[in-house]
């Protein structure tokens, strides 16, 4: 006779039984009437260990999810086929195949969106059963369990199958006073995203919309309306964000790098119709502005044309002798203004106290005052030449930068992908 003291909710109770033998085998059927035998270890000593031979196939990968409480392991409801069945060998080994539908818990990192590869963590362990109870090995190489993997692998979606790594963990147990400890077998799976989609999707309209605000720089700021043409892209560009929003991943630690080129693209397409507003003002109403401030004459006129290999044009005055006659000439001011002195002086002595001299004299009064004028009128044009200089300096400048943007960002694009595919 034995006595089991068993606990309750509100009490303890104790149930009799009655064994025809004192062995395992009558203890275990005087029991099947008190409880779930499956609970019970298969050993025939309970100090035994179980030990469980673990590997998997990979059937199909379904999607990749990020929670935000990553999780060692986390399943969902299992909606899978149940197969009621095991494999019994005469060796003893039980075989039990049952698929599973397992949702497993990733850390994303998506900063080379669509260019990334995530690791996704498979861990099996008993979360009853310590080390002296279950132990958990490797049932096949990874190599074996990879190459399987591949070769039934049933979908062929977003997540392209890398390579599958495993690892041998302890954890300790859930009470820190005890030393005992819980076996586990951790399976990594390496997955690469086929960014060929977001590619084609992406990054090519988004690559095509810029180049060809790119060579809008080419359409001469004086003869046509540039800004108009600037707004409708970026008012395209912007309806394409709209459009691919739900296209770009919206949980993860980090921004994308691709969010990140959409930006600077965006922001790049304002400052070049802010700049194409910026010239076709100076176009118009540069000859009324006041002249060009000594800082952004260094700055822009010498420095960054320079840069861009528009050097400033060396200021002349000049003005134009005998306009009547068929052959124009032209000569500086100040041989004018001799020519002119030293015609009145001549006549100054030759003829004096003639009536002609104050003819001359109102003469010279007005050649001066023309002299003043013309004087006034290239100071005027080389005030809007000046602003104008700017504006070209300008519009050169920011085409360098768009060049060196689209350039930098292809060979980025390139290297990440290139990247991708030799992990």
Partial sequence: MVTIVSPAPCLRCKIVVNCTNPNTISLLAALENVMKLYSIRPVMNLSTPTNISMYFTLYGILGVSSPYFILSYSMDENRAPIVPY????????????????????????????????????????????????????????????????????????????????????????????????????????????????????????????????????????????????KMTLILGYSVFLLIINNLLPVTGSTIPLINVFFAICLALMVASLLETILITNLLVGSSNFHPVPGWVRVLVLRFM?????????????????????????????VSVERQVQTAEQGEMWAEAGDSALAELRKLGNELQSIRIQVAQHVDGNQISQDWMQVGYILDRLLFGVYCIFITFSFIVILSIWSNSYNQ
């Fill in 86 to 229: 095991v494999y019994i060998k005469h060796t003893g080994i039980v075989r039990d195949a049952n698929p599973v539908r397992v949702v497993s818990s990733c850390n994303l990192e998506i900063y080379a969106f669509p260019f990334d590869v995530q690791n996704c963590t498979f861990t099996f362990r008993s979360y009853i059963h310590r080390v002296s109870d279950i132990r958990i090995v490797l049932g096949k190489k990874v190599e074996d369990i990879l190459k399987r993997s591949i070769s039934v692998l049933a979908t062929e979606g977003e997540w392209e199958l890398m390579d599958i790594k495993y690892s041998k963990l302890k954890l300790s147990s859930f009470d820190q006073g005890e030393s005992n400890s819980y076996d586990e077998l951790c399976f990594f799976i390496i997955l690469r995203r086929r960014a060929t989609l977001y590619v084609v999707n992406l990054l090519i309209p988004s690559c095509f919309l810029i180049t060809v605000d790119l060579f809008s720089f080419l359409l001469p700021p004086q003869n046509v309306d540039r800004s108009s043409f």
């Fill in 305 to 333: 044309g320079t840069l861009v290999w528009m050097p400033q044009k060396s200021r002349e005055d000049k003005i134009i002798l005998n306009p009547v006659a068929g052959d124009v000439k032209v000569c500086p001011l």
